[in-house]
DNA sequence: GGAGCCTGTGAG
DNA sequence: CATCGCTCACAGGCTCC
């Protein structure tokens, strides 16, 4: 091939033509071989090249977790089709090479597929190429159902609210306002940081005015645009998506009238409404809602009538604009509020108000006198008593109900306080409020309050504005879902926590960003609360319980992240049954070099490479440099690596630090179930015969002393025995005994591959018996024993370990 | 007296 | 039919040193 030629390859095929050709290479004469008979051919010589390779692979020891997986891969795939053959067959797969039965394939993998082939294998597992790279990350088979596509069809539009369907999460957020409102939040967030050369940051020194510009009523009026029937001013509207227990997002003025607030219960409201009044309940229009914010920012960024220095996103509905004052010029603030809002109203047909001052908490609280359909002016030193007695504590930001309630406590509930006038004079008259306020309610919102009063900002707040890049830089990153969470096993929350950290990694990539901590939080049902709550499939009321961990490196890896997650699940005790909610937090982000994540993703095997003809090398070399591909070699024993990795850091925390910390740390659920083991095993020491013989004819014991009993020969036997006790009261303490000595003794020996190599025996065991044996108590002492144990004595090694993993020495099988 | 963890609170 | 209860950040109390 012309070297013209490459350069118009895509990158996947490019890599897969340089494969295929250093496979020919290596097998027959390039120069009698053509185009045509290299596909003919291809398909016999691949089946026999595979059965080769996977042999190789098998004798030097490469997990062969695909075992009896048969695999189609359909149509373009990310990584490329022959990567992930090569993949597969590597580690024990079997590569359909054509589909002329389907039955003979278990997997299917895609990453598009059009309607008609969806539908044509709708029976089939169908999964994205992330399967394959992921199980081997992690060194052993993954569920699929982890891996399954959710692909997003608006056709036949069926309602998925059951949380094991692999759609759940992608339908939750699609229809979850809150979802919705977080999300473009971090996205408006996100265009400030990258639009930033935009703005004028003013000094401190600067007076400025401060339009505080927000829709009224937003969703509720998008949503009436959609029903020119409705009167927006004067029917009650609202906008929600049931009858009865569903959160109400937004009511018009209309509603208001009557009491019903922002997110109200729809049964609630309609409680409030007089006899023969009907609520007009509306559906949400999200893709309406999010045209109508961006031709809003459009008008604020470009307008005839004033140029902001800032323009602070607030929400998709809200903005805060800073304007630098002029000594020489006197604008018409009245004439710019009117003709924005004119504007904006010409533009989306929805009304927005606007507070305008000096001060950003006056323009907040002037744009709430203003609402709706108006605008509203007040500098701070003009703010009054009759102006204090319009402004209720609860349009103090920062002021919610419990630091309403814990106020009105303060004043012994007489009486209640109905505005902030009423709080300025009870703090007027009693010297000691303030003490006691600071007390209840904090000493930075006591001051903040103390400060609105006079229409005055705290320093907190300002911070928006003269350091808006620090304010809008995101510090941490998570997805919560109680709504629609009911398992029934912990296989099913794996498979769940599965999706969700993929969702959190993907953003993490796009950010970025790896991050050095993640907590994990629960919500489980209170003991005392029905098993199904008012609200369908929420989560009602709940105990929410917490689990961090700090890990030792940065990471932004689905396979460690999503095992050290699950570990945390595990040292929580909630039974899958009970389980409401589950958030996920990744704290501590912390920056990754740009460059280096980029080419790490880039490269082909230097093998590969090598294999090619001499003579073609040299345009491969400029064409893989030209499009930033490395040339890399692969790594050694990998499997050996994303075991490593997959260690919880929790654990590996554990064994670092030594018995004494080990008292502090409060795993209290594991610790009570391995007490328990340990008690169940002194009770069994006397009776029952043990499985691996007495101490002197034990197949560890014998190794020991005649070196001819193979490695091989061991392993299958531990297998046995793991199979054969996991299903009932665990391994004999007399056995587990003789294993851990046999243990200490490759340790001693500085043979801690041979450690590792057990272990993974056994985790991959466990693994593969725990769908049908995790409740055992066999099987929680195997865990046991593999966690407390058989680990540690890797991890006391780790030194050792790591010298032999360098040096790549073989394992002695 | 500060670093870091945990929880409560509020916002849209 | 229900229903789509998210996600970020700060403050303050606590423990540990
Ligand atoms: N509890 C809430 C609060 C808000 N929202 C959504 C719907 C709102 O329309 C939008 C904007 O929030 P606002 O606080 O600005 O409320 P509105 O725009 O509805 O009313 P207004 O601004 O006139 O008070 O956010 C929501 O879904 N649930
Ligand atoms: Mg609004
Ligand atoms: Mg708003």
Redesign the pocket.
């Known amino acids: 091939m012309e070297d013209s030629v490459l350069s118009q390859l895509s990158d996947d095929s490019l890599l897969e033509y340089i494969a295929d050709l250093s496979q020919s290479q290596s097998q027959l004469d390039a120069a009698d071989y053509t185009r045509e008979q290299y596909f003919r051919e291809k398909s016999a010589r691949q089946q026999q090249q595979d059965r080769a390779l996977q042999e190789e692979n098998k004798q030097n020891g490469v997990p062969q977790i695909f075992g009896g997986c048969a695999v189609y891969i359909n149509g373009y795939t990310k990584p490329g089709r022959l990567q992930l053959h090569e993949t597969l067959v590597r580690h024990g797969g079997k590569f359909i090479h054509y589909l002329s039965s389907k039955r003979k394939a278990t997997h299917i993998v895609a990453t598009n597929m059009p309607l008609k082939k969806r539908k044509e294998f709708a029976n089939y597992k169908v999964v994205t190429p992330e399967w394959i790279v992921e199980s081997v990350k992690a060194g052993k088979l993954l569920p699929w159902q982890s891996f399954a596509h959710a692909w997003d069809d608006k056709q036949p539009k069926i ?3 059951n949380c094991n369907d692999p759609n759940f999460l992608n ?13 473009w ?2 996205n408006l ?1 996100q265009n400030v940081l990258q639009l930033n050369d935009s703005f004028r940051v003013p000094k401190k020194k600067d007076s400025l005015t401060v339009f505080h510009i ?1 829709f009224d009523c ?1 969703f509720a009026s998008v949503a009436a645009l959609d029903f020119p029937n409705l009167d927006i001013d004067s029917d009650p509207i609202v906008v ?8 109400i ?1 937004s009511c018009n003025y209309a509603a208001r009238k009557y009491g019903i607030k ?2 109200m ?3 609630d409201a309609k409680g409030f409404l007089p006899q023969g009044v009907t609520l007009n309940c509306l559906p949400y229009n999200f893709e309406k809602i999010e045209a109508k914010s961006a031709e809003f920012y459009s008008i604020l960024r470009k307008n005839d009538f004033i140029k902001f220095d800032e323009i602070l996103p ?5 903005s805060i604009c800073v304007k630098i004052s002029q000594s020489s010029e006197t604008p018409n603030l009245r004439d710019i509020c009117q003709n924005l809002r004119n504007e904006i109203y010409k533009s989306t047909n929805c009304t927005v108000s606007i507070g305008c001052s000096d001060t950003l908490i006056m323009s ?1 609280l002037n744009l709430k006198r203003a609402k709706p359909k108006s605008s509203f002016i007040l500098f701070h030193k003009d703010v009054d008593d009759t102006f204090l007695s319009n402004v209720k504590l ?13 106020i009105n406590a303060l004043n012994n509930q007489e009486p209640i306080l109905e505005n902030v006038l009423q709080l300025k004079k009870v703090i007027n008259a009693n010297k000691s409020f303030i003490g006691s306020m ?2 209840t ?8 309050i103390l400060l609105s009063l006079d229409g005055k900002d ?3 707040s300002l ?1 928006m504005i003269y350091e808006p890049i ?15 969470i009911r398992f029934n096993s912990i296989h099913e929350v794996d498979a769940f926590i599965d999706i969700c950290t993929k ?1 959190l990694v993907e ?1 993490l990539n796009e950010l970025k960003k790896k991050t050095s ?1 993640i ?1 994990l ?1 629960l919500l489980k049902r209170a003991p005392n609360a029905p098993i199904e ?9 709940c105990d ?5 961990s ?1 890990l030792g490196i940065p990471s932004n890896e689905f396979g460690f992240l999503t095992t050290e997650i699950k570990h945390n699940y595990r040292c929580v005790s909630c039974p899958p049954n009970e389980l ?2 589950i ?1 996920i ?4 982000l912390v920056d990754v070099p740009s460059t280096k994540d980029d080419i790490s993703k880039r490269f082909i095997n230097f093998e590969t490479f090598q294999n090619l003809p001499n003579d073609v090398k040299p345009g491969f070399v400029n064409e893989l440099k030209k499009r930033k591909i490395q040339i890399k070699e692969p790594k050694v024993n990998k499997y050996q690596e994303s075991f490593l990795n997959e260690i919880p850091t929790q654990l590996r925390n554990e064994i670092k630090k030594d018995l004494i910390i080990n008292e ?1 740390i409060k795993n209290s659920e594991i610790d009570r179930i391995y007490a328990k083991q340990v008690q169940r095993q002194n009770s069994l020491m006397n009776s029952k015969n043990h499985l691996l013989g007495n101490s002197n004819e034990s197949i560890f014991e014998s190794i020991k002393f005649q070196n001819e009993t193979s490695f091989k020969k061991i392993c299958s036997k531990i297998i046995a025995w793991v199979d054969f006790t996991v299903k009932d009261n665990g391994p004999h303490p007399k056995d587990l005994e003789l294993f851990e000595n046999y243990l200490d003794k490759l340790s001693d020996s500085n043979r801690v591959p041979l450690i590792l190599r057990i272990s993974k025996l056994i985790s991959n065991e466990l693994n593969l018996k725990s769908l049908k044996y995790s409740n055992e108590n066999g099987f929680q002492i195997w865990e046991q024993q593999l966690i407390k144990t058989i680990i540690p004595k890797l991890m006391k090694n780790k030194h050792t370990f790591q010298t032999v993993r360098k040096l790549d020495l073989e394992f002695d099988l």
């Open positions: 309602a998925v609210t339908n939750f957020f699609q229809n979850s306002r809150l979802h919705h409102l977080s999300n939040k971090s967030r927000d937003f929600c998506h049931g009858t009865h227990n569903s959160d997002s922002n997110g219960w729809v049964s607030i929400s998709i509905d809200e907040r609860s349009d103090i930001p920062g002021v919610g109900s419990s630091t309403i309630s814990k600071t007390a309610v904090g000493n930075k919102l006591t001051k903040k705290d320093d907190e911070k620090n304010f809008f830089e995101r510090k941490s990153l998570s997805i919560d879902i109680n709504w629609g969702y953003k901590q907590n939080k709550p008012e609200k369908y499939l929420g989560c009602g009321k929410s319980m917490n689990r961090n700090k409401r909610g958030s937090q990744f704290i501590k502090k």
